[in-house]
């Protein structure tokens, strides 16, 4: 139990298209989601705070345009990175909690390679 | 400010050659520690949670330990099936939700 889907695992994207990730909790209902982003040999630098039926909380120095978050169910949350470039190549995970005793459960992660 | 500091950023070891993993942190107020574990290019696989200074536990050949200041994660004869990166996450207090991450200690356990 307690799984959290991410798709795509690997996403190739031209630079100035968009690309949407989505991030689904199978066995469980999330009204939190949280997106991270993590760059080779770096931390996990949360992005921003999904929420269920309102709007997302951004951490200081993300771009709310450019990283457009969508909770629109209980175990649905997407991240649509706007006209994308190649800084914004990246790993991005996406996580959740189903209870205390299971900690935050990620995702497998999204590869972005911005072309 | 929060922050977690892990160290070694890399250690190898030979099967069966225990050793600890450590992540210091300072934290306003700690609501829990995590530590989990990261195979390359997949997400980080939940191994424990602590919450107060004192408490352990225990998952086959790990175990986790809490103080006031850090948190050891020992690895007990590892086999190589072991390698992965191990990260280390607190949850401050207050309301938010948000974890704070180290920058993980990469683990090769060589047969």
């Known amino acids: 139990g307690a799984v959290v889907s991410q798709h795509p695992s690997r996403v190739i994207c031209k630079s100035g298209t968009s690309v949407k990730i989505e991030c689904r909790s199978l066995?469980?209902?999330?009204?939190?989601m949280f997106w991270y982003r993590q760059f080779p040999k770096q931390s996990l630098m949360l992005m921003a705070t999904s929420n269920e039926g309102s709007k997302a909380t951004y951490e200081q120095g993300v771009e709310k345009d450019k990283f457009l978050i969508n909770h629109a169910s209980l175990t649905l949350s997407t991240l649509t990175v706007t006209s994308a470039h190649p800084e914004d190549s990246s790993f991005y995970i996406c996580?959740?909690?189903?209870?205390?005793?299971?900690?935050?459960?990620f995702g497998s992660g999204t590869r972005l390679t911005v072309v | 400010e929060d922050q977690v500091t892990q160290s070694p950023e890399a250690l190898r070891l030979q099967e069966g050659e225990s050793s600890s993993l450590n992540c210091s942190y300072t934290?306003?107020?700690?609501?829990?520690l995590f530590w989990y574990r990261q195979d390359p290019g997949k997400g980080p696989e939940f191994l424990f949670t602590l919450y107060s200074a004192g408490e352990e536990k225990e998952k086959e050949r790990l175990k986790a330990t809490l103080t006031k200041k850090e948190s050891f994660l020992h690895i007990t004869a590892p086999k190589p099936e072991d390698s992965a990166t191990y990260l280390c996450?607190?949850?401050?207090?207050?309301?938010?939700?948000?974890?704070?991450f180290g920058t993980g200690t990469l683990l090769a356990v060589q047969p």
């Open positions: 934290v306003s107020g700690l609501r829990g």
């Open positions: 996450a607190v949850q401050p207090g207050g309301a938010t939700n948000k974890l704070i």
């Open positions: 066995d469980f209902q999330a009204t939190t």
């Open positions: 996580s959740a909690s189903p209870g205390h005793l299971y900690g935050y459960t």
